[in-house]
């Protein structure tokens, strides 16, 4: 907090980052530095700088919205990183102008594997079109969520075009993700054994498209059986929210084979989404999501950061333990305190 308290908090960071009409301004410009920072500034957990960058993010928000936002993910090596620099690459050839958001579980992680996405994404990194940035994934399932929509939001004002959120395919971030997102692509690749099981049903569940990457060389054979197989298994998932069966494809990130199509069904995919349901109307429910999830976040937090609540909590919990309170009364009187405070 420190800072946040202070009633010249907001004069202060002015002075050390520039205005917020200045940063704004920069930022619609298409200033990388300021973009970056900005972005830096909403992942921060000082209270004040959060506060601060939305306040920018505020500035510029008719600004955005009018990106496509796609969401990657799939288990480590399946080939990603490969997968987003030629697909990147493609659509920059397109035209198109890409922001890259890595969420990463694991923060210490990190380190090592943006180090080889540098050289895995060599080419999108060295693009004046493409923006690589990873977004750490905090603390709680919450710091993912507001990280990467804000970072996404300021990517959209600073006018890429294209927003690739990408996931480890094994956590719980992927069902946050696909809820700031237009499309979720899902890669499997050959090689692993047990396909099927490897991936959480859940998020196979999430995929509008499945792409089984590695189909080239001595895995073609064996990627397109695995197709096969996902082809089978997606006619029994309900259709997703615009109306769209699933669909399953092979490709090689590594030789390029099957960019064409991916793009293609995404294109089919939007016009679908346009047909059956607005495509703005289905943003403004993923808002609406965000601000009960913010609220929820919220309070939780406030609650524990109480500490006469806290203390509270450790009381009823010895109370629970011994079999004398049930949870949900214990819950309850906590709330009830915590509210009247
Ligand atoms: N044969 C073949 N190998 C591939 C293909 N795409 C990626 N690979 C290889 O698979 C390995 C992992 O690729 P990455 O792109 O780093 O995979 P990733 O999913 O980003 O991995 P993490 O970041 O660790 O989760 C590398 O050795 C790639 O060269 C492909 O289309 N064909
Ligand atoms: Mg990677």
Redesign the pocket.
């Given at each position: 907090m420190g800072n946040f308290r202070n009633r010249n908090f907001l004069h202060n960071l002015e002075k050390e980052y520039g205005s917020i009409k200045e940063l704004s301004n920069k930022i619609v410009s298409g200033d990388i530095r300021t973009l970056s920072r900005c972005i830096t500034l909403s992942e921060s957990s000082r209270e004040d700088h959060q506060f601060f960058s939305r306040k920018v993010l505020e500035k510029v928000l008719p600004m955005t919205g009018n990106s496509l936002r796609i969401g990657i993910s799939?288990?480590?090596?399946?080939?990603?990183?490969?997968?987003i620099?030629t697909f990147g690459t493609f659509l920059i050839e397109k035209g198109r102008r890409i922001a890259v958001l890595a969420v990463d579980p694991s923060s210490s992680k990190s380190g090592g594997?943006i180090l080889?996405?540098k050289t895995?994404m060599e080419r999108l990194a060295q693009s004046e079109n493409a923006f690589i940035r990873p977004s750490p994934a905090g603390k709680t399932l919450g710091g993912v969520s507001r990280h990467t929509r804000e970072a996404l939001l300021l990517c959209e004002a600073s006018g890429y075009d294209t927003i690739i959120v990408e996931t480890?395919g094994v956590g719980q971030s992927e069902a946050t993700v696909s809820n700031m997102i237009d499309i979720f692509l899902l890669?499997i690749?050959p090689g692993s054994g047990d396909e099927l099981q490897g991936i959480k049903r859940g998020i196979v569940e999430l995929a509008d498209l499945i792409i089984v990457?590695?189909?080239?060389?001595s895995?073609k054979s064996e990627a397109e059986n695995i197709a096969r197989e996902y082809n089978s298994a997606v006619k029994l998932l309900r259709p997703t929210i615009n109306n769209w069966n699933t669909r399953v494809v092979t490709?090689?990130?590594?030789?390029n084979i099957g960019i064409e199509e991916i793009w293609s069904i995404t294109e089919e995919y939007i016009q679908n989404f346009d047909n059956e349901k607005n495509i703005s109307s289905h943003r403004k429910e993923q808002f609406q999501k965000w601000l009960r999830e913010e609220i929820t976040q919220n309070l939780n937090k406030q609650i524990y950061s109480e500490k006469k609540i806290n203390d509270l909590i450790e009381l009823y919990e010895e109370k629970v333990l011994i079999g004398e309170v049930l949870p949900s009364a214990a819950a309850y009187e906590i709330v009830k305190k915590f509210l009247k405070k």
């Amino acid at each position: 907090m420190g800072n946040f308290r202070n009633r010249n908090f907001l004069h202060n960071l002015e002075k050390e980052y520039g205005s917020i009409k200045e940063l704004s301004n920069k930022i619609v410009s298409g200033d990388i530095r300021t973009l970056s920072r900005c972005i830096t500034l909403s992942e921060s957990s000082r209270e004040d700088h959060q506060f601060f960058s939305r306040k920018v993010l505020e500035k510029v928000l008719p600004m955005t919205g009018n990106s496509l936002r796609i969401g990657i993910s799939g288990p480590p090596g399946v080939g990603k990183s490969t997968f987003i620099e030629t697909f990147g690459t493609f659509l920059i050839e397109k035209g198109r102008r890409i922001a890259v958001l890595a969420v990463d579980p694991s923060s210490s992680k990190s380190g090592g594997s943006i180090l080889g996405d540098k050289t895995r994404m060599e080419r999108l990194a060295q693009s004046e079109n493409a923006f690589i940035r990873p977004s750490p994934a905090g603390k709680t399932l919450g710091g993912v969520s507001r990280h990467t929509r804000e970072a996404l939001l300021l990517c959209e004002a600073s006018g890429y075009d294209t927003i690739i959120v990408e996931t480890v395919g094994v956590g719980q971030s992927e069902a946050t993700v696909s809820n700031m997102i237009d499309i979720f692509l899902l890669l499997i690749s050959p090689g692993s054994g047990d396909e099927l099981q490897g991936i959480k049903r859940g998020i196979v569940e999430l995929a509008d498209l499945i792409i089984v990457n590695k189909a080239d060389g001595s895995l073609k054979s064996e990627a397109e059986n695995i197709a096969r197989e996902y082809n089978s298994a997606v006619k029994l998932l309900r259709p997703t929210i615009n109306n769209w069966n699933t669909r399953v494809v092979t490709c090689s990130a590594l030789e390029n084979i099957g960019i064409e199509e991916i793009w293609s069904i995404t294109e089919e995919y939007i016009q679908n989404f346009d047909n059956e349901k607005n495509i703005s109307s289905h943003r403004k429910e993923q808002f609406q999501k965000w601000l009960r999830e913010e609220i929820t976040q919220n309070l939780n937090k406030q609650i524990y950061s109480e500490k006469k609540i806290n203390d509270l909590i450790e009381l009823y919990e010895e109370k629970v333990l011994i079999g004398e309170v049930l949870p949900s009364a214990a819950a309850y009187e906590i709330v009830k305190k915590f509210l009247k405070k």
